[in-house]
């Protein structure tokens, strides 16, 4: 009676066990809302060979609820207010009022501190430090960033020119920088070495930046906020661009050039350099390419030049997001590591494939290369259509373009070159962007006078590079910002600061 008592007690046992590991092996399943583009071909959320590999995966079953482009804001904004709102939302706006407010009421988990967990998320915490705190609200990150290129803000020059004047590499220092804008700067008459216009922040910020200024405002040795332009560095990049000046480097009409010239200048060979957003090389290298027969590289792009000291700082000319993906109070806490879990496989190399691209087979092919391709002939679009279309919109790159395998780019040998640099130097020097400490925090009085406080440096610096003033002069403008609300704006911040780093 015993052995079959303890034989029954083991079979109850062994069911029990095989219970629990049947309701384990349950999909966890992820609502998420996305945004909707029109499309011919309906999607379809069952027998869906992508979603089934995310959840063979992942052990997350997708349950995805669409919302039309057109209307996404409205469907956002009504989102929130569901009590059985997803548990994933992707924003197009990380910093909109509502996100924000929803935010400080407690509306969406903090991230702050997961996102750092680099033994249980790699890939998120492998995001940059700089963006992260760029999409924070009030210090604390509520969200995860829909990656942008970044820094992708640096510089791009004449490589076929500069051959010709004896550089052969692409400068590495700013010394080096300095020696090849001053032989461009006199390589022909009537042409000038620095493609400057009316749109002079993005120059300025380049070269400040790069001599060691704060990006837009700074944290020194004792906690405190002040303004980028009282840095030494700030002036020293200033000084440069005068230098530039002086020497016949940048065309004295500069404040004057509507941004719309700015590409024919260069096509023009009117000017051989340009601080500016560095895909722009590929793009002019395209024009060459068609438009002026150009059979070798004829631009090349750079970022990330070493200093005196051997450091480097970028000048990031966007956050790095467009958006986020923002995770509601519908996860429970005791959910949250799973749904994390899965946020950190969508940013893995095979998260982000399948995400951007879906999966070989069923919406591209691989080429002998290793390059991914879509195949003419097959199902290859409609399936697209069916089981991967507007999927992307989940995608983020926290930790950058991870994707394996890649797209191929098609174009002549130097187009292609310059367009895989552009991707090569976004991830080797993000991780020296300088972020803008203060980008989180509102102020009042910023609200209210910005835009002429903002004029009042930006006008005294191109005053000051066109050497219209002296360094006297430039002081007197930035004493006069202070005292017109610029002090208090640098107040204000510090009591923000100050309350999120106690």
Same mark, same amino acid.
């Given at each position: 009676?015993?052995?079959?008592?303890?034989?029954?007690?083991?079979?109850?046992?062994?069911?029990?066990?095989?219970?629990?590991?049947?309701?384990?092996?349950?999909?966890?399943?992820?609502?998420?809302?996305?945004?909707?583009? +029109?499309?011919?071909?309906?999607?379809?959320?069952? #027998?869906? +060979?992508?979603?089934?590999?995310?959840?063979?995966?992942?052990?997350?079953?997708?349950?995805?609820?669409? *919302?039309?482009?057109?209307?996404?804001?409205?469907?956002?904004?009504?989102?929130?207010?569901?009590?059985?709102?997803?548990?994933?939302?992707? !924003?197009?706006?990380?910093?909109?009022?509502?996100?924000?407010?929803?935010?400080?009421?407690?509306?969406?988990?903090? $991230?702050?501190?997961?996102?750092?967990?680099?033994?249980?998320? +790699?890939?998120?915490?492998?995001?940059?430090?700089?963006?992260?705190?760029?999409?924070?609200?009030?210090?604390?990150?509520?969200?995860?960033?829909?990656?942008?290129?970044?820094?992708?803000? *640096?510089?791009?020059?004449?490589?076929?020119?500069?051959?010709?004047?004896?550089?052969?590499?692409?400068?590495?220092?700013?010394?080096?920088?300095?020696?090849?804008?001053?032989?461009?700067?006199?390589?022909?008459?009537?042409?000038?070495?620095?493609?400057?216009?009316?749109?002079?922040?993005?120059?300025?910020?380049?070269?400040?930046?790069?001599?060691?200024?704060?990006?837009?405002?700074?944290?020194?040795?004792?906690?405190?906020?002040?303004?980028?332009?009282?840095?030494? %560095?700030? $002036?020293?990049?200033?000084?440069?661009?005068?230098?530039?000046?002086?020497?016949?480097?940048?065309?004295? #009409?500069?404040?004057?050039?509507?941004?719309?010239?700015?590409?024919?200048?260069?096509?023009?060979?009117? !000017?051989?350099?340009?601080?500016?957003?560095?895909?722009?090389?590929?793009?002019?290298?395209?024009?060459?390419?068609?438009?002026?027969?150009?059979?070798?590289?004829?631009?090349?792009?750079?970022?990330?030049?070493?200093?005196?000291?051997?450091?480097?700082?970028?000048?990031?000319?966007?956050?790095?997001?467009?958006?986020?993906?923002?995770?509601?109070?519908?996860?429970?806490?005791?959910?949250?590591?799973?749904?994390?879990?899965?946020?950190?496989?969508?940013?893995?190399?095979? *998260?982000?494939?399948?995400?951007?691209?879906?999966?070989?087979?069923?919406?591209?092919?691989?080429?002998?290369?290793?390059?991914?391709?879509?195949?003419?002939?097959?199902?290859?679009?409609?399936?697209?259509?069916?089981?991967?279309?507007?999927?992307?919109?989940? *995608?983020?790159?926290?930790?950058?373009?991870?994707?394996?395998?890649?797209?191929?780019?098609?174009?002549?040998? %130097?187009?292609?070159?310059?367009?895989?640099?552009?991707?090569? $130097?976004?991830?080797?020097?993000?991780?020296?962007?300088?972020?803008?400490?203060?980008?989180?925090?509102?102020?009042?009085?910023?609200?209210?006078?910005?835009?002429?406080?903002?004029?009042?440096?930006?006008?005294?610096?191109?005053?000051?590079?066109?050497?219209?003033?002296?360094?006297?002069?430039?002081?007197?403008?930035?004493?006069?910002?202070?005292?017109?609300?610029?002090?208090?704006?640098?107040?204000?911040?510090?009591?923000?600061?100050?309350?999120?780093?106690?």
């Amino acid at each position: 009676m015993k052995k079959l008592v303890a034989l029954m007690l083991a079979l109850v046992m062994a069911l029990t066990a095989m219970s629990i590991a049947m309701a384990e092996e349950e999909p966890f399943v992820v609502t998420v809302l996305l945004p909707q583009f +029109p499309s011919e071909i309906d999607f379809q959320q069952e #027998n869906n +060979p992508i979603f089934d590999y995310i959840e063979a995966q992942t052990g997350v079953r997708l349950q995805i609820k669409w *919302g039309a482009n057109d209307q996404y804001s409205t469907i956002f904004n009504t989102e929130l207010t569901d009590d059985n709102k997803a548990m994933l939302i992707s !924003a197009t706006d990380a910093k909109a009022p509502v996100v924000v407010d929803t935010a400080r009421a407690g509306g969406f988990w903090e $991230l702050t501190d997961y996102v750092k967990d680099a033994e249980e998320y +790699p890939y998120l915490a492998a995001g940059s430090a700089a963006v992260y705190q760029n999409m924070s609200i009030d210090g604390k990150l509520y969200g995860l960033p829909r990656g942008r290129a970044f820094p992708r803000g *640096g510089i791009y020059y004449r490589w076929d020119i500069a051959n010709e004047l004896g550089f052969d590499k692409a400068p590495e220092t700013i010394e080096e920088l300095t020696e090849l804008a001053e032989a461009l700067a006199t390589y022909k008459e009537d042409t000038y070495c620095l493609n400057m216009c009316s749109y002079t922040a993005g120059t300025i910020s380049v070269i400040t930046v790069a001599m060691g200024a704060p990006n837009t405002w700074g944290i020194d040795e004792d906690g405190n906020v002040y303004p980028a332009h009282t840095d030494p %560095a700030y $002036l020293e990049g200033l000084n440069w661009l005068r230098h530039l000046y002086e020497i016949g480097g940048i065309d004295p #009409n500069f404040a004057q050039i509507s941004t719309a010239d700015w590409d024919p200048i260069e096509r023009q060979e009117k !000017a051989y350099m340009r601080f500016d957003c560095m895909d722009n090389a590929h793009r002019q290298q395209k024009w060459f390419d068609d438009n002026a027969g150009a059979t070798g590289l004829i631009w090349m792009s750079v970022c990330g030049l070493e200093k005196e000291d051997g450091t480097i700082s970028v000048w990031p000319q966007n956050p790095g997001y467009a958006g986020a993906v923002l995770v509601t109070k519908s996860v429970k806490e005791e959910d949250l590591p799973k749904v994390l879990k899965f946020l950190d496989w969508c940013n893995s190399p095979d *998260g982000q494939t399948v995400i951007n691209a879906g999966l070989q087979g069923v919406t591209y092919e691989v080429d002998e290369e290793g390059y991914r391709y879509t195949p003419e002939d097959g199902d290859y679009s409609t399936n697209e259509g069916k089981y991967h279309q507007n999927l992307n919109q989940l *995608g983020m790159g926290v930790p950058g373009d991870l994707e394996s395998p890649r797209a191929k780019y098609v174009g002549s040998e %130097a187009w292609v070159f310059a367009r895989e640099r552009y991707d090569e $130097l976004n991830r080797e020097y993000a991780k020296y962007a300088v972020a803008n400490p203060c980008l989180p925090y509102t102020r009042e009085t910023y609200v209210a006078h910005g835009k002429e406080l903002d004029d009042i440096i930006s006008n005294a610096a191109v005053q000051y590079i066109a050497c219209l003033i002296t360094e006297d002069e430039l002081r007197a403008e930035w004493d006069r910002w202070a005292e017109q609300g610029g002090n208090a704006v640098t107040s204000e911040l510090n009591e923000l600061y100050q309350a999120d780093h106690q």
